[in-house]
């Protein structure tokens, strides 16, 4: 999905690209939603709460999209896994979890793997690596909102919610920003919200057969794939920073799930 992106805002107005994300999800969610549960799903008792969530979602990917004509895709992705360890100081801040000196080492060192991954690019006066060190604390907070709401009453709406404030505010600035894309581009619009809403499903379909501390170490696949894409499609090179600082934010994840899956046992 961040790959169509990357190559539509390339192209298109970033706007019009992260429209074509939302549009397509919410869309298909909503048919979804429809057959499933008929017009139930619109109810919600925390609207506050399910709007904060569905901004923070929208602040991150417009703010990974517009990273993406910037910045290679590997590095914006390796930036972006700052989340789940962020998730991890959140959650002790604002959800009064106890965390240890464990995972304060391992938020530690998750934060010096995206130091460096961005100082060469703000040492070449290229800043935008920021823009996916933002998209990794909106996503964080997402994650946190998205914990808060873990009711199954919720649930329908929340999944709803996702795309649906996005979509609306991207078709209001739609003709503001319009450009006539060609056909090919007119595919891949169709087939990013397609790819975006299939991935929600199966990841609500995964949380429903097993835990989120089993299938935590899975997500950092996306890493590994974007690194691949990244070479083969759009040709960026893999530089020995990124790789290092890669590898210090992979490695203290892990370390925060294998403390998690230790104490549950």
Same mark, same amino acid.
């Given at each position: ?231 083969? /499609? ?23 799930? /294998? ?7």
């Amino acid at each position: 999905m961040d790959s169509i992106g990357k190559h539509l805002a390339e192209g298109l107005n970033v706007v019009e690209a992260v429209w074509a994300r939302y549009a397509g999800h919410t869309v298909a969610i909503t048919l979804y939603l429809l057959r499933h549960s008929g017009l139930s799903f619109l109810h919600t008792r925390r609207p506050g709460l399910q709007f904060a969530r569905a901004a923070t979602l929208f602040a991150a990917t417009l703010l990974m999209y517009t990273s993406l004509t910037y910045v290679p895709l590997a590095d914006a992705t390796a930036i972006q896994f700052l989340a789940p360890v962020l998730v991890t100081l959140w959650s002790a801040l604002f959800l009064g979890e106890r965390i240890g000196i464990h995972r304060i080492l391992a938020v530690l060192a998750g934060f010096i793997g995206v130091v460096i991954i961005v100082a060469p690019g703000i040492s070449l006066d290229t800043p935008a690596l920021l823009l996916p060190l933002g998209v990794a604390f909106a996503v964080s907070f997402y994650f946190i909102l998205t914990r808060m709401l873990a009711y199954p009453e919720e649930q329908d709406f929340t999944q709803f919610a996702t795309t649906a404030l996005g979509a609306l505010v991207l078709s209001c600035a739609l003709p503001f920003v319009w450009e006539t894309p060609g056909l090919t581009d007119v595919a891949l619009m169709c087939a990013i919200g397609m790819v975006g809403a299939l991935g929600h499903f199966l990841l609500i379909t995964a949380f429903s057969m097993a835990s989120a501390s089993l299938l935590s170490p899975y997500l950092y696949s996306q890493v590994f794939g974007s690194a691949l894409i990244s070479v083969t /499609w759009f040709g960026d090179p893999l530089s020995p920073t990124m790789l290092a600082g890669t590898s210090l934010l992979v490695g203290s994840g892990l370390y925060i799930w /294998w403390r998690e899956n230790r104490r549950a046992l």
